[in-house]
């Protein structure tokens, strides 16, 4: 359990009745209203089911491979100097995010999830069991953040201080994430359409492909080599992590997301095995929240491959899914201060180690 003003977003409400009575906007009503549903899903979500560490291991706050970019790309057409970045200023334009920009400080939004192993190839494990949970999402613009999701009795709550990102979960406790600050992986699937563009602004147009039925232009970002070997060890190299976004051609909007990273694990006098993490993701039912358009929902399936010299069996495959719907969204949440993305007091010392490999690795269950 988390102490103090490190207490999980559950136990330590930002929002205070000073704050409440001063403020009677309809922002800050909807703040409340969802912040009172939220409690009440998360009880019915608190259930003693079977061991979920593996799914959230994966599933529950995986980070995006790349930090987002410093700026967005100019809207001036005449200064375009890439396919990139027109293809994200025709996302800027169609999701209305600009007029967020200099406005809104922070970010609050709910949402459910149910998730499951749907087939497994080369293990024991029980497959095809769907477990349902919910979740809470706080952002404070440009780069803190904090999710609590809670599935079937398990919860695992994440952060991120503009510093360092951290997660804390029941069997591992706190702990750090390897390599540079990241976002939040949910919060690039549309529901954050600035952190889309930041991320995607220096990304590599790769041409068009049809998704879905959907016509697409592709744009592609890679991990750098600094950060692959910010986020190895001496047992466990990162060789690469590359992402793929999808925006359609007819309305511009991000509507599927696909990464990969290859991890190869090694202890000394042992053969090397592989580890293939490939997630993709489905981006649908955008809606308006205050003029900006927000995707409210989707899908996202993962593989997990181990392959090596050392797996007589061939290959091992296991494969997940999860769907997800956004339940609200508000920005300018009041009563949220820099107080509420602190690390644990584990993860303050200087000295604390920095044990984590990558928080989709099924090595961290």
């Known amino acids: 359990m988390m102490m103090g003003r490190l207490a999980t977003l559950s136990e330590v409400e930002p929002i205070n009745d ?21 409690n009440c899903i998360k009880s019915h979500f608190n259930k003693k089911l079977p061991d979920l560490k593996l799914l959230l291991s994966v599933l529950a ?3 995006f491979p790349v930090p987002p970019h410093p700026s967005l790309p100019s809207l001036n057409h005449t200064q375009v100097s890439s396919s ?78 503009g510093t360092v990102a951290w997660r804390h979960t029941p069997w591992l406790g ?6 540079g600050v990241r976002p939040l992986r949910r919060a690039v699937q549309g529901l954050d ?16 492909k049809q998704i879905m039925a959907t ?50 694990i090694q202890s000394p006098g042992t053969h090397p095995t592989y580890w293939e993490t490939t997630m ?22 993962v593989i997990i491959t181990r392959f090596g010299d050392n797996l007589r069996a061939g290959p091992a495959i296991t494969r997940m899914e999860e769907s997800w719907t956004i339940d609200d969204v508000a920005f300018n949440v009041p009563g949220l201060s820099m107080d509420c993305f602190l690390p644990p007091k584990e993860l303050q010392k200087d000295d604390y180690p920095q044990e984590d490999l990558d928080w989709r690795s099924p090595l961290n269950t």
């Open 215 to 264: 016509d697409c232009f592709v744009l592609k970002l890679s991990a750098n080599q600094k950060d692959l070997v910010d986020r190895s060890d001496n047992t466990a190299e990162m060789i690469k992590h590359v992402t793929f976004g999808y925006f359609s051609q007819k309305n511009g909007l991000l509507v599927y997301l696909e990464d990969s990273f290859l991890t190869r």
């Open 84 to 161: 990139a970045e027109y293809i994200i200023q025709h996302f800027t334009a169609a999701t209305g995010c600009r007029k967020l920009e200099g406005t809104v400080k922070t970010v609050f939004a709910t949402g459910k999830v149910a998730m499951g192993v749907v087939d497994e190839f080369g293990g024991t494990s029980a497959a095809g069991v769907s477990e349902k949970g919910c979740f809470v999402m706080w952002q404070m613009v440009p780069d803190k953040w904090q999710i609590e999701l809670v599935v079937a009795g398990h919860k695992v709550v994440a952060g991120c201080d």
């Open 61 to 63: 706050c995986p980070l």
């Open 280 to 301: 993709s993701t489905t981006i649908e039912d955008y809606r308006t929240v205050d003029g900006v358009m927000i995707a409210h929902g989707g899908r996202s399936t």
């Open 193 to 208: 359409p600035l952190a889309v563009s930041a991320v995607f602004s220096a990304a590599q147009y790769m041409g068009e």
């Open 18 to 38: 000073q704050l409440d009575h001063q403020n009677s906007s309809s922002s800050t009503k909807k703040v409340l209203h969802a912040w009172r549903n939220w």
């Open 174 to 179: 706190p702990h750090a994430a390897k390599g």
